[in-house]
């Protein structure tokens, strides 16, 4: 069973920048993919970035160029940098895991199996 846990989360003024990590243990197997998404208050869960167990990455249009998404296999983590943020950017970011390689690794919510519970992101003006 895979387990994950975010942190690195925090208030930060437009501009500015902050990494997320996404600890995860249990077994993964050699395919895989991992995202980030993000929740802000009323509204839907929106899918940020993800990575697939080969290395290749992708973004929703909004953060292309901001933030980057990568992992470290010897640390079964996955991190996100997010550069330039905005306080549209504001949002709880949750990890999660997909038993599936996806090309590209755009996944939606319905194929992640295991969720983080969620790192608060707050972006002042």
């Known amino acids: 069973e895979v387990q994950l846990v975010e942190s690195g989360g925090g208030t930060v003024q437009s501009g500015g920048s902050l990494r997320l990590s996404c600890a995860a243990s249990?077994?993964?197997?050699?395919?895989?993919?991992m995202g980030w998404f993000r929740q802000a208050p009323e509204k839907e869960r929106e899918w940020v970035a993800g990575?697939?167990?080969?290395?290749?990455?992708s973004y929703e249009d909004s953060v292309k160029g901001r933030f980057t998404i990568s992992q470290d296999s010897a640390k079964n983590s996955v991190y996100l940098q997010m550069n330039s943020l905005k306080p549209d950017d504001t949002a709880m970011y949750y990890c999660a895991h997909d038993p599936f390689r996806r090309i590209p690794p755009r996944l939606v919510p319905g194929s992640a199996t295991t969720w983080g519970q969620g790192t608060q992101v707050i972006v002042s003006t």
């Open positions: 249990g077994y993964f197997g050699s395919l895989w993919s």
């Open positions: 990575i697939e167990s080969r290395g290749g990455t």
